[in-house]
Structures are given as C-alpha cells and as structure tokens.
C-alpha cells in the first residue's frame, strides 16, 4: 500500500464508498464527488484493465476506449506490479456474476 494516500481523509472517503448500498447510490454519491471528467477517466482505467486482463492488444484497446497507450501502459503496470487491486475486483466480480 502506498503511504502517501495513507491519511484519515482517505480512509473516511473509503468508509463513505463502503456505506453505498446500490448503483444508483454511487451515481448519485459520484456525480457529487467527481467532476465528468474525472468519473469518466476512472471508468476508462478500469475498462482498459479489463480489456488487458482479457488479452487485448493495445491497438485493439486505444481504439475501442479512446485510451491513450501511456494509460494503457500505467494501467498494466498497475496489472503487473501493482498491489492486485484489480485482480481482487475482477475476481469478486466474477464470483458474483458467475463468470469463469
């Protein structure tokens, strides 16, 4: 875990996300919190991530989200020597759905 983001401010936003209780809540809660621009980023990060965990080209990628090859690769560095954030997700995800 990265010390720098290690502060009470972030654990009390982490807490506020783990209070939301349903899709239309995290609209409503991120709508508030972020600007267009920022909640449409983010969303895109985690796409890419997707498409790079599914084996996609970084062609193939940058053409179907629009995303810049320097995102594509902060975004596999983050797959590759990151802390497994995305593997954790993707796997509860997964779970949930059912998907193999």
Known sequence: MNKKI??????????????LESSDECYRFFEDLCTVNELLSLSQRFEVA?????????????????????????????????????DMV???????SGAP
Do not use: P, W
């Not at 290690?6 to 209070?19: G, P, R, Y």
């Open 90 to 96: 993707f796997e509860r995800m997964d779970s949930i």
């Open 6 to 19: 290690k502060t009470d401010a972030v654990d009390q936003l982490f807490h506020a996300i783990l209070c």
């Open 50 to 86: 997707s498409m790079l965990r599914d084996r996609k080209t970084y062609l193939e990628i940058a053409e179907q989200t629009g995303a810049s090859t320097a995102t594509i690769s902060r975004v596999n560095r983050s797959l590759n020597y990151g802390n497994d954030g995305y």
